[in-house]
């Protein structure tokens, strides 16, 4: 019998009233098929939805079934919020899509938690969802060029560009640039360690670029777009 802590990110309905989860877990991804979690008597029903940490215990191999399970953490005030809960579900998508990518999976699922943590309690939450998103392109191996040219090294007349992958001199300049702004903002969430406040938040304007910049990286660099993104745009206006 296995014994893990898990964050389900989706689930698949299996027969008339059963479920799969896909959970991610300090040990990468699992797949968990719940008994019976649809039916209205079952004592999953509520702890098996998404974005829920569970305790899970479980047996067999590669797709394990559940024999018992407790909520550690439902995030209740993120799921009443629909625009948490959405910019949440993106993340999550996010995560599912790439979560089979060789890294440090019991680091990044501590770092997620924290993330979720502060979409369920800080007012302005959007920016540590930027956090998230950029720490994570790091570990996909497609991190934005900060410093220098990401073609030729160049360290003068930069500008960053999402299509040249991060700073680049006029040589290399591909698409249109970010402001100044984005580029001090995108350069300090990206390095930022969740330990110091960040009393300071990027104003309106500049919030909406690291949002498009963002999405403009994933869809250019990993070919991917998250669904509710897409209700994200009519929610946020961009």
């Known amino acids: 019998m296995a014994a893990f802590d898990g964050l ?4 698949i309905p299996f027969k008339e ?11 990468g991804m699992k797949s968990v098929l719940v008994h019976g979690a649809k039916k209205f008597g079952s ?8 974005l829920n940490v569970v305790r899970f215990q479980a047996v067999g191999k590669e797709l394990l079934t559940l024999t018992d399970a407790d909520l550690v953490e439902g995030y209740p005030k993120l799921k009443a919020d629909l625009e948490r809960f959405t910019y949440a579900q993106h993340l999550a998508e996010l995560l599912h899509n790439f ?11 501590a770092f997620t938690l924290k993330i979720l943590a502060k979409l369920e309690t800080e007012a ?19 991190a934005p060029a900060f410093t220098a040219c990401a073609a030729c090294g160049r360290k003068d007349d930069l500008s960053f560009r ?10 290399h300049a591909e698409g249109p640039g970010v402001t100044d702004e984005g580029f001090r903002w995108m350069r300090r969430l990206y390095l930022i360690d969740l330990k110091d406040p960040l009393v300071e938040r990027p104003d309106a304007a500049t919030t909406a670029e690291l949002r ?14 998250s669904k509710s993104r897409s ?4 929610l946020l206006g961009y």
Do not use: M
């Open 8 to 11: 389900i990110l989706k689930q």
């Open 17 to 27: 009233s059963s479920k799969i989860l896909h959970v991610y877990t300090a040990d």
């Open 43 to 50: 004592p999953y029903l509520s702890s098996s939805e998404n």
């Open 99 to 109: 979560a089979e990518a060789e890294y440090d999976h019991a680091k990044f699922f």
């Open 124 to 142: 302005d939450y959007q920016v540590y969802a930027f956090i998230f998103e950029l720490k994570y392109l790091f570990l996909l191996g497609v």
């Open 162 to 171: 999402v299509r040249s992958g991060g700073l680049s001199c006029p040589d």
């Open 212 to 225: 498009r910049a963002i999405d403009d990286w994933y869809a250019f660099h990993l070919n991917f777009r």
């Open 231 to 234: 209700v994200l745009s009519g």
